[in-house]
């Protein structure tokens, strides 16, 4: 482990690297704060960018400064205005926007960015320690437990989705892997559902698709229902400075909710929403007597428990990326496609063939958290200007990100069509109450679940790898009660609820 | 009907005509060397149609939860009526107008343009601030595109250059 630190530090503190690492938090710390971008939209739209770079090291490190920079800018949105940016920083809001209406704004950034750096960077530590040994456990994996793998993944996304939503996340990633489909197929090169179109030869652009199921609906959104944007005055940010009583008291909230964060990062499907609700959740009950009642008005304890948590959690979710290649949520869904474009493919053998960039993320994520801290604590009053920009001006902008970044992708007019065409599609869903986080990773993994599967039905003349490997049948078994054992207390609840309505 | 049930009827659709390519018309192309493989491009389409039938169907048919009370700033259908929906359609042909100019207008001249029109659309005014902006963004990306990240974008229309 030494040796591959110091590998992963002589590749990280090259000038140019550090400058992404800085670039990427800059980035992601500015745009996050936008109401409506969230990490996946941002990234998205830094995909061009990390491409054209052409280094995979390099790439990955701007993106993942992106990544903790989007978290970290969707809470200063969360406090200073209760919009949060994103998904993961609703729980800040809870906490963190009365503090700022208490006039302590100042204090509140200072929790919320100590809590981030110790989050993020006690999830660097256990992700140093769990992903080689995860890794070295998949390399035994063969193509059948990598199909059996990735089947659990997606039915685990699903499981996660919350009650009465896993039929439509199925069906949403039923979806994805059909859209996956299109193009020239796994085995043989024979162009299936093109419908004789040469630019559907070579299958949907994921940077599209992602572009088209995130940013465009949310731009959308933005310009339906200016109240979801609430720009205004973020007010003068002043005393940003906590005291020892508060610091001693936010310790151990951050030392449990790093190792809690992490590890639900680690599952797939759950990622730093969840984390961050059950964190606020688990500290409002471990919490005595005034403390707990302080909870939702202005708790420090309440705002440096979910900060931690999605902190933690991001970082958690790289350990699937990084030593599976299947990716547990929507970022690093995109920042798997992302990898592919670069030509390094995610996967146990990621720590053996290119040790370089595997260990270089690893030590760009201490750089990062620590940029970030750096970054915030001075400058956060002026950062928060951004927070003033008038939407008329904001929405055309993003709109147009958004058609660059797909453009840029291909080079291709048809491709703004079809993203526009998917926008459409993705909105109409997003008002029917379906989750899209599972159709994007089922068209990313849906390529790498077909070879798979082919060359395990190769390797064993058909459906027999499914009896022969107990590993694979024991996969599937668990990906089928993820996915039936909800739907089964969802069906109870509601049998349950009519009984009472016929008891009335 | 609710918007996700036709959603679900589309998606059942959906799967029908992708289960007939999948099922009847896929297979007529392979050539006999592969037809001895035991898996073959329209295994893996097969599977899908199957499982999405299912599963549409099961969002068709179940009974639905009491809806939740909408929280503040979500999105829900309900209050469609109150939504700036005009703005939000015109946008869109706006990027679709975008994406028709994009070659024959030159990066530079087709950006400035889809910049100003949205903002218009938004409802500004203040000439004086909208075009400067604009001017200076869109040259400033294309600079950054073309030289930075070197992927040709043309800036000007073709019968300039």
Redesign the interface.
Known sequence: MIEGLLIGLSAAISPFNLMMVVMGCMVGTLIGMLPGLGPMSIIAIMI??AI?IGDPTAALILLSGVYYGAIFGGSTSSILLN?PGVAGTVATSFDGYPMARKGQAGKALTIAAVASFAGGTIGAVLLMIFAPALSSVALLFHSAEYFALMVVGLSAIAAFAG??QV??A??MT??G??LG?VGE????N?P??TFGMMELQTGFSFITLAMAMFALPEA??L??????A?TGDSGKITGMRITGAEARSIAPVIGRQSVQGFFIGVLPGAGATIASFLGYAVERNIAKGAEQAEFGKGSVKGLAAPETANNAACTGSFVPLLTLGIPGSGTTAILLGALLALNVTPGPRLMIDTPDVFWAVIISMYIGNLVLLILNLPLIPYIAKILTI????L???I??FT??GS??GQ?N??E??I??GF??IAT???????PLAPLLIGFILGVML?NN??RA??LY??FDFILERPMTLGLLVLAALLVILPSYR?YRA?KR?EGVADGD | MALDRWVALAFVALCCVYGYAAFFTMDDILPPILQRNPVWPSTFPKILTVLGMLVGLIVLFTPKAKDDPARDGTINLSRLGDYHIVQAVSLLALMVAYALTLRPLGFVGATVGFLVIGSLILGERRFHILLPVTIVAAASIWYLVQEVLGIFLRPWPGFLM
């Open positions: 061009p960018v054209g919009a009650t009465g039929a439509k199925l069906m039923i979806l892997l059909m489909t197929g796994a085995l043989s024979m299936r559902f959308l959104f310009v339906m229902n200016p109240a979801r609430a008038p939407r008329t001006f929405i055309p902008f709109l147009f058609l660059m453009y840029l080079n007019a048809t703004l069509l993203l526009v926008g459409v109409i869903l997003r008002f029917a109450d379906y077909e599967f082919a039905m190769q003349q058909g969802a509601r609820a």
